[in-house]
């Protein structure tokens, strides 16, 4: 059991670039938690996927970021035209219904 | 809200002693809890978890105490050696409804020899 898995690890872009991360969870686990953490702060809760459909995104941005979890292959959390602001470190969680959640090792964005 | 004075940002203790973090729920309707333990460079790690029916529960070296009536919720190490130096944070959720875990403020341990 490989756990959370987050790609990559690091990730560098431009000012107004677009940033793909992905996140495959645990085997058997069916729902998607993205997380973002400033440094020094606590993780904030952005989305809740479930497979292809967003069930909670009430703490994503309403411009710019999207997330989608399709049927095959890993969730994907996408900023577009990213500002030095989104740099953070970006958290996937997941987990079965009604089970606890395993956090995979962040990718930690830089915009410069 | 959460209760003034009781969620420290920092605890340092001397290895071996005892330490005690506290935190304090936002939801009432929350029914289950869980303690991370996060070192610098990496995720969250879970360390244990306790549910609205219960008030106590241990684990090794850790004990999480849950006191619904104030909304509290503590994490007790025993004898805290220099590898549990890290972040903690406490976290609550409305499980059986799937939502999303929401965490509260941090505190970072630090444990010198």
């Known amino acids: 059991n490989a756990g959370v898995m987050q790609n990559p690890r690091h990730l560098v872009r431009r000012r107004g670039q677009e940033a793909r991360l992905r996140c495959s969870p645990m085997k058997g686990h069916s729902h998607v938690y993205w997380y973002r953490q400033l440094p020094e702060e606590g993780l904030k809760f952005m989305v809740y996927?479930?497979?292809?459909?967003?069930?909670?995104e009430s703490g994503m941005p309403k411009e710019r970021f999207s997330a989608e979890f399709p049927k095959e292959g890993p969730s994907i959390l996408r900023i577009q035209q990213v500002v030095r602001g989104d740099s953070a470190a970006y958290f996937c969680?997941?987990?079965?219904?009604?089970?606890?959640?395993?956090f995979g090792s962040g990718t930690r964005l830089t915009v410069v | 809200g959460e209760s003034v004075g009781l969620h420290l940002p920092t605890l340092s203790v001397q290895e071996g002693d005892n330490s005690i973090i506290n935190c304090a729920y936002s939801?009432?309707?929350?029914?289950?809890f869980i303690w991370y333990k996060q070192e610098s460079g990496k995720g969250p790690q879970f360390i244990i978890d306790?549910?609205?029916?219960?008030d106590k529960r241990q684990g090794q070296r850790v004990t999480v105490l849950l006191n619904k009536t104030v909304k509290h919720l503590s994490l007790q190490i025993a004898a805290t050696q220099p590898g549990d130096s890290a972040v903690y944070f406490c976290a609550e959720t409305i499980n059986q409804a799937g939502t999303a875990l929401i965490f509260g403020k941090g505190t970072t341990l630090s444990v010198s020899s």
């Open positions: 996927l479930q497979k292809e459909n967003i069930i909670d």
């Open positions: 969680a997941s987990s079965a219904q009604g089970a606890s959640y395993t």
């Open positions: 306790i549910r609205s029916n219960m």
């Open positions: 939801n009432s309707a929350s029914d289950y």
